[in-house]
């Protein structure tokens, strides 16, 4: 077994839960979740008397094992891993056996892992809203939980919510029908047969619609951006055919997506057969689909089966880019800049970034060159795939299935670095190679902005950018980003001969204001305080602020606007950027 997860309470050497049924009611007006969760437990240990579960702000109102009640008590509450629920079974149990183990529990209003919404806070202003983010250690905000991915269940869930509504979840659909109980909802059901980790439970409640977009694919949004979501993501289905060419076959049948109002926090979230995406990607630009996933070197490796080899360079080369600039943000001797990070007493949320993302990619791209090209390296990711389906896999058991299928190549794995990559705060110790055919536009072009003198800035004009795709300006701009802020003359300029005000791309527009609050151009402010608010990817929302609250023309105006959205922001967004403006609570 591998080590005890920092983050959890949960004891899974004494044992496991293998399987969820999960009843519940979603009350809009109490903000609550109120239900029954029923775990299958199995003993992993000779004469079983006791469990611990992983609760956050949860009431408990009973618990019953076999149907035979159940003592149970809290532990003492951590700071943000919440609070151990602690479990008396009324019997013992063996090693190997089962049984069900079943609590009745109630979600608070304050809950980490549900964000609410009253009508006028949704597009169509006529129905309340819900969605759930469990990742990283949110699903015991829901229900008591084995809340650490070391432990994978399968589950069954019946959800009662208002009948103008519509519900769902991380699973297959199974059916809805009228709530027996309450004439005014109805009930949705849902069965997920593949064993995830509790992170990846995930439900939505809104006026929701579909539209079929694939064989296995409906994209869900509110009816206002429902057609508009249909078009950016019609290529799904060509994605998914080439994910499955490069690393097999798609497991979960359904492959859905859901558009969630603009305050989900990330990019994100890649639940089992429902991803849930932000807004932020509806830009007409249907490559974004492609930003955070699984892994972010098999996203790449799809980016270059569609677009080209030269394109998959160019978004590696803007991961390092992004990279650098995490790094410069949190500091090149932070331990959080490690691959492989000490996490214990670590906030998992305060600790995200895209270190774990960009710095995997460069370490798997560097092994990809020094081992034979992508196609041989792509053979190992299949393999190691296949092989470690449905199971938890540590940093150890990697390495080792990495030297067992290259067992001809170890000369060449010796001469890693290991400790460096793994272990070591800031910059990766190598930089890989990189085909520059894309980049080479946009390093002249921001070389020029970095040496012209003010008498220079008539030689710039929109003629500049002709040909440049938007991932060529967004390079661009990280360009800038890495070095001192420009002259407050030529950001003006810039505005004036490129006009990036009027670009809607939120990557673009994100890079092109953070420029802008950095050299300190004081009409950029309204627009860079409306981007941080109108939409809560922590992406955007959090570099923004800190930019805005670290200019002193902006700050007091910064704290004052983020008080005044606090209450309809995300909770980990709320708390995270409280803590960047120095107003935690």
Known sequence: MAAADPSSFASPACCLTRHLHLRCRVDFGARALRGAAAFTLRAEREALRCLVLDTKDLQVFKVTVNGQDAKFAFGEKHKFKGTPLEITLP?????????????????????????????????????PFLFSQCQATHCRAILPCQDTPAVKLTYYAEVSVPKELVALMSANRDGEMPDPEDSSRKIYRFRQNVPIPCYLIALVVGALESRQIGPRTLVWAEKELVDKSAYEFA????????????????????????VLPPSFPYGGMENPCLTFVTPTLLVIDLCQMLNEGH?????????????????????????????QNTIKTLGDTNPITNLVPDLSDIDLDAAYSSVPYEKGFALLF???????????????????????????????????????????????????????????????PVKPTYDMTLAN?????????????????????????????????????????????????????????????????????????????????????????????????????????????????????????????????????????????????
């Open 91 to 127: 019997f013992e149990l063996r090693r190997g056996q089962e049984a069900i183990i079943e609590i009745s529990f109630e979600s608070s209003p304050q809950s980490s892992a549900l964000q609410w919404f009253t009508p006028e806070q949704t597009s169509g202003k006529k129905h």
């Open 235 to 258: 290529e799904t289905e060509a994605m998914l055919q080439t994910a499955e060419d490069l690393a097999g076959p798609y497991v979960w049948g359904q492959y859905d997506l859901l």
């Open 295 to 323: 892994t972010v070197y098999l996203e790449r490796r799809i980016g270059g089966r569609l677009f080209g080899e030269q394109f998959r360079h160019f978004q590696a080369l803007g991961g390092w880019r992004e990279l």
């Open 366 to 428: 560097h092994l990809e060159q020094l081992l034979g090209g992508p196609d041989v390296f792509m053979g190992f990711l299949k393999a190691y795939i296949q092989q470690f389906a449905y199971k938890s896999v540590g940093t150890d058991e990697w390495k080792k299935f990495l030297y067992s299928y290259f067992k001809d190549k170890v000369e060449i794995l010796d001469k890693v670095d290991w400790n460096s990559w793994m272990h070591a705060p800031g910059m990766p």
């Open 441 to 585: 536009a946009c390093i002249a072009l921001s070389q020029r902005w970095i040496k012209a003198k003010e008498s220079d800035l008539g030689s710039f004009s929109s003629a500049d950018l002709k040909g440049m795709s938007s991932h060529q300006l967004i390079e661009f701009l990280g360009q800038l980003l890495l070095e001192a802020p420009l002259p407050v003359s030529h950001v003006k300029r810039m505005q004036q001969v490129y006009d990036f005000n009027a670009i809607t791309n939120s990557e673009i527009r994100f890079r092109w204001l953070r420029l802008c609050i950095q050299s300190k151009w004081e009409e950029a402010i309204p627009l860079a305080l409306k981007m941080a608010t109108d939409q809560g990817r922590m992406k955007f929302t959090r570099p923004l602020f800190r930019d805005l609250y670290n200019f002193d023309k902006s700050q007091d105006l910064t704290v004052k606007t983020f008080l005044e959205h606090r209450a309809c922001m995300h909770p980990v967004t709320s708390m995270l950027v409280g803590k960047d403006l120095k107003q935690d609570q």
